[in-house]
């Protein structure tokens, strides 16, 4: 992560959710990034970012305000073959970071191509009222009725016709009402989950 201030943040959080192990290199930190620094042990470098920072590395994301380095980490990145993604300046990246929801292992990402960050934010946030942490918490047991399912139809068209039967007449409709579907009693005997 070249850069401390407030969208770095942001942008060293979501690496960090998606387990990447996060290096900062910024002459200054903002309250926000120190803070992630301090709770996840992170690396940091206060001083001005040297392309000697892109060894042993294969994901650059640079925040940093200054007009005139995302050209320089471009050029740096680009040599090395290494992932870019400068915020805001989506002509000098190669990969473009998605706003993410995340219901434990569901994960919704939202993406406008660089060309309005906060809008897909704020389609996430939209998404995130609708989808209340039922639809996370019923992947476990999904999961599970999925096993059922493959070995009660080896037939994939039949299996897929079973799962969206069960999907639409029982697991949908709870969640939607805000409900975690139990399906335990289903789960006993898949192929009558399925009918």
């Known amino acids: 992560m070249v850069g401390g201030g407030e969208v770095a943040s942001v942008k060293a959080r979501a690496l960090l959710e998606g387990g990447a192990v996060v290096k900062i290199v910024a002459p200054h930190c903002s ?14 470098e206060l001083r001005q970012f040297v392309a000697a920072d892109l060894n042993d590395v294969w994901i650059v994301v640079a925040a940093t305000g200054d007009p005139e380095l995302p050209e320089l980490i471009f050029r740096e990145a680009t040599a090395r073959n290494l992932l870019l993604c400068v915020a805001d300046d989506p002509a000098h990246s190669n990969f473009i970071v998605p706003a993410v929801l995340r219901r434990d292992e ?13 809008l897909a934010a704020r389609i996430r946030d939209y998404l995130g009222e609708i989808l209340g942490e039922q639809y996370g918490q019923v992947l476990k047991r999904l999961g599970t009725i999925r096993e ?4 009660q139809y080896p037939d994939f068209a039949r299996r ?36």
């Open 31 to 44: 309250d926000e990034m120190r803070t992630l620094i301090e709770t996840f042990h992170l690396s940091c």
């Open 106 to 118: 569901l994960v919704v990402t939202v993406s406008t191509s660089g060309k309005a960050p906060a």
């Open 148 to 151: 059922r399912l493959k070995a």
């Open 160 to 195: 897929r016709e079973a799962w969206y039967r069960l999907l639409d007449t029982e697991v949908m409709p709870q969640l939607r009402r805000g409900e975690l579907p139990s399906l335990e009693a289903r789960g006993q005997d898949s192929r009558e989950s399925a009918r």
